[in-house]
């Protein structure tokens, strides 16, 4: 049981790790366009 919430606590951490980098690499694409 416990190996099965650790499995899907370290999913939801990558995939929240993943969003954060995306939400981070589309305010710097805006903000390298803007720049421009």
Do not use: H
Not at 14 to 28: I, Y
């Amino acid at each position: 049981m416990l190996g099965c919430v650790y499995v899907l606590g370290v999913q939801v951490g990558v995939v929240c790790a993943v969003f954060m980098c995306v939400q981070a690499v589309r305010q710097a694409s805006t903000a390298s366009l803007m720049i421009m």
